[in-house]
């Protein structure tokens, strides 16, 4: 009696283990985190505190995903409040007279704007 042949990919299931599409990393965003105006500490090399920075932890431009983090709106919000001129962007030059297309938000813009939406307390 012969054996019957196996699937030509079973082999290679057994190896592998789950079948189907493997599934994507998330992609590592900084959008929640130490806020800018704290500074984190990390143990040095000699294993003593070293306090760092907050410039060194958090990034002072933010693309559009950044800053819809940053203020906890979406990126349609951010897209909408640099259209009507209440958010402005940071335009990087580039050689040859360019300037870097992507939209780039500073944070402490992102500061003043929350400050100037306050409601102040009647």
């Given at each position: 009696?012969t054996a019957?042949?196996?699937?030509?990919?079973?082999?290679?299931?057994?190896?592998?283990?789950?079948?189907?599409?493997?599934?994507?990393?998330?992609?590592?965003?900084?959008?929640?985190?130490?806020?800018?105006?704290?500074?984190?500490?990390?143990?040095?090399?000699?294993?003593?505190?070293?306090?760092?920075?907050?410039?060194?932890?958090?990034?002072?431009?933010?693309?559009?995903?950044?800053?819809?983090?940053?203020?906890?709106?979406?990126?349609?919000?951010?897209?909408?409040?640099?259209?009507?001129?209440?958010?402005?962007r940071v335009?990087?030059?580039?050689?040859?007279?360019?300037?870097?297309?992507?939209?780039?938000?500073?944070v402490r813009?992102?500061?003043?704007?929350?400050?100037?939406?306050?409601?102040?307390?009647?």
């Amino acid at each position: 009696m012969t054996a019957t042949p196996d699937r030509p990919l079973a082999e290679a299931q057994r190896r592998l283990g789950k079948p189907g599409r493997p599934r994507k990393a998330a992609p590592d965003r900084h959008t929640t985190g130490t806020p800018p105006s704290q500074t984190r500490i990390d143990s040095g090399p000699a294993g003593g505190a070293v306090a760092q920075p907050a410039s060194a932890l958090f990034p002072r431009l933010l693309d559009v995903d950044g800053a819809a983090g940053y203020l906890a709106v979406s990126t349609w919000t951010i897209r909408d409040l640099h259209a009507s001129g209440r958010l402005p962007r940071v335009k990087l030059p580039l050689y040859g007279d360019r300037e870097l297309r992507r939209l780039l938000f500073d944070v402490r813009d992102l500061d003043r704007l929350v400050e100037a939406s306050k409601e102040s307390a009647s």
